[in-house]
C-alpha cells in the first residue's frame, strides 16, 4: 500500500542582479507497510503549482492550478502508479483549478477566480471541469448557473457537491450524468457567524 503526496518546491537565485523564481511540482511515493521514501519523482518541470489528486485503476492523477496574471493555464498529470515513471499532461483551458475527484468514468476538478488581479467579489466566474479517464483527453467544461466561485468537490451517488470560495455558505450540487449547469443551491443551518468570515476548503464522504 502506497500513499502519494504532492509537493511544491519554489526556488529563488540570484541571477544577472535580479531574482529568479523557479517553482517544480514533486510526487512523493511513501510505502505505508514500513513507512519509508522508496521514490521521489519529479513530474515535471515548471509544474509547480500542484493542488489536488487521486488515484483510479492503474493511474494516479495529479492538479495544476495555473495562474491568471501569467496565462499560465491550468493542466491534469495522469503516472503509472506501479512503474511511477512516465507522466502524461492533459490542458485545461482555464486557471485556478481547485480540488478533485473521480465517480469511475470521469475525473473532475473546479475553477475560482479569486486569485485573478481584477477579481471582482459578487462576480464569480467558476466552473466544472471533467474529463474521461479512460481516454485522458478532450476535457468538458460546464458553467453553473449563478455567479460562483469553487473551493472543492466531492462526490455521492449520482451526484456532484460543490464547494464555494470567497466566504459564502451555500454548498450546491449537479447531476453527474447529464453534466447540466442548473444546479441545486442549499445552506446548511447554524453556520452564520458575526465575527468570523468562514471559507469551504474540501469535503469527502464515509
Not at 519554489?10 to 514533486?26: C, D, Y
Amino acid at each position: 500500500n502506497y500513499a502519494f503526496l504532492l509537493q511544491r518546491n519554489v526556488e529563488h537565485r540570484w541571477v544577472n542582479e535580479s531574482w529568479t523564481r523557479k517553482e517544480e511540482g514533486i510526487v512523493t511515493r511513501i510505502n505505508l507497510s514500513n513507512y519509508s521514501f522508496i521514490d521521489n519523482k519529479s513530474v515535471a518541470v515548471g509544474f509547480g503549482d500542484l493542488d489536488s489528486g487521486f488515484s483510479h485503476g492503474a493511474y494516479g492523477y495529479a492538479i495544476v492550478r495555473g495562474e491568471s496574471s501569467s496565462g499560465y493555464q491550468g493542466k491534469v498529470l495522469r503516472f503509472p502508479l506501479v512503474e511511477f515513471s512516465s507522466v502524461e499532461v492533459l490542458g485545461i483551458p482555464l486557471h485556478g483549478l481547485r480540488g478533485s475527484c473521480t465517480d469511475g468514468t470521469y475525473g473532475y476538478t473546479v475553477t475560482s477566480s479569486c486569485d485573478d488581479l481584477s477579481y471582482d467579489p459578487g462576480k464569480g466566474s467558476g466552473k466544472v471541469v471533467r474529463f474521461a479517464l479512460d481516454e485522458f483527453a478532450s476535457p468538458q467544461i460546464m458553467d453553473p448557473s449563478g455567479s460562483w466561485d469553487f473551493s472543492g468537490i466531492f462526490i455521492h451517488g449520482t451526484w456532484g457537491y460543490l464547494l464555494l470560495d470567497d466566504y459564502k455558505k451555500e454548498i450546491l450540487r449537479f447531476d453527474l450524468s447529464t453534466f447540466d449547469p442548473s444546479v441545486e443551491v442549499f445552506e446548511p443551518p447554524g453556520l452564520h457567524s458575526e465575527t468570523m468570515q468562514q471559507v469551504w476548503r474540501s469535503g469527502f464522504i464515509r
